[in-house]
């Protein structure tokens, strides 16, 4: 069965830390994988995608991402966060024949002052 | 460049109602997706429309339905509203449809907060 699984539902960290959030897929296809946020009372906004070449992705607002397809997963990261990067952020994938895009659940993101 | 756009912003309705929302895609792009987003159920994929046809659908009762028009415009409708209804309606566009590259790229709107009594 086709998935994302995202681990972590919550995850805090300190203005200043780094960051890694983590994304897991189950795909038949070779998949081609995106990065969202959803900042609060707000839609989903593209953070960045990997659709093949070099697999360590960079996207908007400092975010990086690294394919690793032995693990299949899609982490994404980031130095160092600000108060702003508080939001909850979503991995998804698509790919193949069907680019209906399968979504995680989704990991919220704390900032601590 | 507009962004999406969705109306209304805020919506409440009681039991048994039946409730229509729009959504105005990016301009040039003519597929758009639906989705339900709660926090029990996360992001709910419910349809995709291009070019007035609906390619895909999700696993949703037939009580949600939806419509795109020739300018991309598109509606989704619910009828006889259950509590369980009560959620964000996230509207998304996107250049390609479901069988191109293009539409993993999704432009969303700020979605559409139904609250059903």
């Known amino acids: 069965a086709q998935s994302v ?36 009372g707000q839609g989903l ?15 908007i607002k400092g975010f990086e991402a690294e394919f690793k397809r032995s693990q299949s997963s899609f982490n994404l990261r980031k130095p160092s966060v600000h108060w702003s990067d508080a939001a909850e952020y979503f991995c998804a994938v698509g790919g193949g024949s069907n680019y209906q895009l399968i979504w995680g ?5 704390i900032i601590k002052p | 460049k507009a962004g999406v756009t969705q109306t209304p912003r805020y ?11 729009s959504c105005s895609p990016i301009s040039g792009h003519r597929s758009v997706s639906w989705y339900q987003q709660t926090p029990g159920q996360g992001l709910q994929f419910l349809f995709e429309y291009f070019s007035e046809t609906q390619r895909n659908k999700g696993n949703f009762p037939g009580r949600f339905s939806g419509r795109q028009f020739s300018n991309s415009r598109s509606e989704m409708n619910v009828s006889t509203l259950e509590l369980g209804d009560s959620a964000l309606y996230l509207c998304a566009s996107s250049l390609g449809h479901s069988g191109s590259r293009g539409h993993g790229e999704q432009f969303f709107g700020p979605g559409t907060r139904l609250t059903v009594l």
Not at chain 1, 45 to 59: E, I, N
Not at chain 1, 105 to 109: E, I, N, P
Not at chain 2, 11 to 21: A, M, S
């Open chain 1, 105 to 109: 659940a989704g990991t919220k993101l």
């Open chain 2, 11 to 21: 919506l409440i309705k009681t039991r048994g109602q039946q409730v229509t929302l």
């Open chain 1, 45 to 59: 906004q593209l953070l960045l995608k990997y659709f093949s070449g070099d697999t360590l992705v960079q996207g």
């Open chain 1, 5 to 40: 699984t995202q681990p972590d539902i919550h995850i805090t960290v300190s203005e200043g830390a780094s960051l890694e959030l983590r994304c897991n897929y189950s795909y038949g296809a070779t998949p081609y994988l995106f990065w969202y946020v959803q900042s609060p």
